[in-house]
């Protein structure tokens, strides 16, 4: 198989994904008036900053990308559209979130369907980096298996 990204753009992508993370989760938890998902909201927010800080200290290791960028900062807006349409769609996160009154179950599911695609990309782009750059994969796939697991306990919860 051809290798097509490297770690580096994987981990940067990985970024952006905790960025959107974090919005949604804050957004949510500022609506939410039940205590045991807005405790959770408010702690997978914290986490998404947690996790984008782990993920840049995992970038500065990996090191830059080889990319080809016609302008200065064009593969970073790139990601954060790719990101943005992806994991975390900005579109139906603003759909969610724009209700006068945020649904709970929504917003939960909305979480665990988000990192569920994480997991599934993560999973699926792992053969086609570098057998050298596998192990940010592994890293990135741990933190996103925390969240799902944590969202679902407090579907479940809810009935």
Do not use: C, W
């Amino acid at each position: 198989m051809t290798v097509v990204f490297e770690g580096a753009e994987l981990v940067k992508f990985a970024i952006q994904m905790e960025t959107n993370g974090y919005d949604f989760y804050r957004e949510s938890s500022a609506k939410l008036t039940a205590a045991p998902s807005k405790a959770l909201f408010d702690s997978l927010a914290r986490q998404e900053l947690e996790h984008k800080a782990t993920f840049e200290r995992l970038f500065e290791s990996t090191g830059q990308p080889s990319i080809f960028e016609s302008y200065p900062g064009e593969y970073d807006l790139y990601l954060k559209a790719y990101a943005d349409s992806y994991v975390f769609t900005v579109k139906r996160m603003k759909d969610v979130l724009a209700k006068p009154r945020l649904d709970e179950k929504e917003a939960i599911q909305f979480g665990i369907d988000s990192e569920k695609e994480s997991i599934l990309y993560y999973t699926g782009i792992k053969e086609a980096v570098r057998q050298a750059d596998r192990s940010v994969i592994d890293r990135i796939l741990v933190e996103e298996r925390k969240h799902f697991v944590q969202l679902v306990r407090l579907l479940q919860d809810l009935g």
